[in-house]
DNA sequence: GTTGTTATTACCTGAATGGGTAATTTTTCT
DNA sequence: AGAAAAATTACCCATTCAGGTAATAACAAC
């Protein structure tokens, strides 16, 4: 009773993408969630469409796909993203680990690679050498710690005292409402939704103790 | 503009008693919340009564005031007791200390320095070798890791991750009336009322990464 | 065999939260 | 000087939370 893979496509080169699509249609367990050709118009798809891996072309005409990975990692940060390259170039490859990218894939790859390549990533793997990249990977990429500003700090060290908003405005000498769009924020900068989530992050992180 | 200092006293004998209660009524910024002969009586009364400062006598009649700070720490945490006793022996004062009591006053003092031993625990000391005890009293509290059950646990660890009552009650196939119930616990056990600070204790006390 | 803890559910109420949108002011960076 | 980021406030709305009270059942401890 697996749910199926969910996959989105940015690949700018019109027989790729449809070979990809094909094939993906037509695999047990995976789904197609949409493509772009650009990275420009993707970011605007991937507000709303949420998938589980995104196949990203290194090469794009305008922004290319390793620029456009931390964008697409703040609209959806458990996004796996593999890239899409044609030949494995290492100084290419180490930018997108360091960018985000869990993994590649190379475009010649046999279709049965390729799906053991995206299965293997919802299985907390990377593919092209499975274990270890992973860990390179989780080594090469800079921790993406959160900057919240000096006045989201004060609002979060209160919040984690257990503070109301009205309690923290009182204490800043500002209104309920500003705190309310301060933690908004927070929300946003930590990807969370609760103020239960974002304590354990942001002690996980290191901002808060 | 300072508020007075709240203080409570459990102590048996008569005349000690009313001097204290003499001394603290008489004494500008002080005030006296109440008294009680006998822990058990003191243990009812302190449900509804907040103080700053327990004067507690280590010994009396029924339940000593060592065993007694456990459960009075119970009602309210905060509370900084300070324990009343004849002579400074060592024995007696660790196991108050390593129970949860703040420092000790000895009986014979004079009034300005009861005073000032009161003054000093408002202050972050702990009367008597003011500053060294505090440290030493950190060091020997036993850490009172609240005891969660399974199934507060199992609701904290999701709770952690940003799931409201209702996500909880589906996850563990009960009612959010249930889920309800459990966090209250949690929150007694861990003194705070808000997920926000539950969070946070959980993590710093090793219950939750 | 009674007491205590845990787990479960329910109902009520007022307060608080999270999300959306929007606008102004101040700071900061370029 | 002009653009970008941070801080401020406001209003709306539906959902959620926190606290109080209460009751039942299972199980362990004493």
Redesign the interface.
Request: proline share 0%.
């Given at each position: 009773m697996e749910e199926d893979i969910r996959i989105y496509i940015i690949e700018d080169d019109e027989v790729i993408m449809e070979s990809l699509q094909f094939l993906i249609k037509e695999e047990l367990g995976f789904r197609l969630t949409g493509g772009s050709v650009n990275a420009e118009d993707a970011i605007l798809a991937l507000k709303y469409v949420h998938s589980d891996v995104l196949l990203l072309d290194v090469s794009l005409p305008g922004m290319n796909g390793i620029e456009a990975i931390p964008l697409i990692k703040e609209l959806q940060p458990d996004l796996n993203i593999l890239m899409l390259t044609v030949h494995e170039d290492s100084d290419t490859v180490f930018s997108a680990l360091r960018n985000g990218a869990i993994g590649y894939l190379l475009k010649g790859t046999p279709p049965n690679n390729l799906f053991k390549g995206i299965r293997d990533v919802l299985q907390g793997g990377a593919p092209i050498s499975p274990s270890i990249a992973r860990s390179i990977v989780e080594t090469f990429r800079v921790e993406n710690i959160p900057v919240l500003s000096q006045r989201e700090m004060e609002v979060l060290i209160k919040?984690?005292?257990?503070?109301?908003n009205s309690q923290i405005a009182k204490e800043l000498f500002v209104s309920a409402n500003t705190i309310k769009a301060h933690i908004k924020s927070i929300y946003k900068k930590l990807h969370?939704?609760?103020?239960?989530?974002?304590?354990?992050k942001a002690?996980r992180k290191g901002l808060?103790k």
């Open positions: 919040l984690s005292d257990g503070n109301n969370v939704h609760t103020r239960a989530a974002a304590i354990r002690m808060i």
